[in-house]
């Protein structure tokens, strides 16, 4: 059966809050969210101390078929890399430190969320 895909949005924008409050309470400094840019897009962007992070996150009901930071495939890691080299050159950011983090939520029964953090995903 397959899933409504309203249903699936919306599973994915309450995963994204849950991981903006999860990195915000890790302090780090949020900068942009679901920043677009060549078709694309990055789910957050932060820093970490003095050290740039792009934020891919993927969100599932449960890991019954594969768990979500699995779907983070090279080609995907390749648009975000693209995305984040425009976002650098659009906000005339050099010289600073990067690095690409995912995050991966599991919903948990009660509305929480299991939350895995990937840092230099890759």
Same mark, same amino acid.
């Given at each position: 059966?397959?899933?409504? @895909?309203?249903?699936? +949005?919306?599973?994915?924008? &309450?995963?994204?809050?849950?991981?903006?409050?999860?990195?915000?309470?890790?302090?780090?400094?949020?900068?942009?969210?679901? %920043?677009?840019?060549?078709?694309?897009? =990055?789910?957050?962007?932060? +820093?970490?101390?003095?050290?740039?992070?792009?934020? /891919?996150?993927?969100?599932?009901?449960?890991?019954? %078929? +594969?768990? @979500? /930071?699995?779907?983070?495939?090279?080609?995907?890691? !390749?648009? =975000?890399?693209? =995305?984040?080299?425009?976002?650098?050159?659009?906000? !005339?950011?050099? /010289?600073?430190? &990067?690095?690409?983090?995912?995050?991966?939520?599991?919903?948990?029964?009660?509305? /929480?969320?299991? =939350?895995?953090?990937? !840092?230099?995903?890759?």
């Amino acid at each position: 059966m397959k899933e409504d @895909p309203q249903s699936a +949005y919306s599973l994915g924008r &309450c995963g994204e809050e849950a991981a903006l409050h999860y990195l915000e309470r890790k302090k780090f400094r949020i900068v942009a969210q679901g %920043f677009r840019l060549f078709r694309g897009e =990055i789910d957050i962007i932060a +820093y970490d101390k003095a050290t740039l992070v792009f934020v /891919e996150v993927k969100t599932r009901r449960s890991r019954e %078929f +594969y768990s @979500p /930071e699995e779907s983070v495939t090279p080609a995907k890691q !390749k648009q =975000i890399r693209k =995305i984040a080299q425009g976002f650098l050159a659009l906000h !005339k950011i050099m /010289e600073v430190e &990067c690095r690409f983090d995912v995050l991966s939520l599991i919903k948990a029964d009660r509305g /929480e969320y299991i =939350i895995r953090h990937f !840092k230099n995903a890759f």
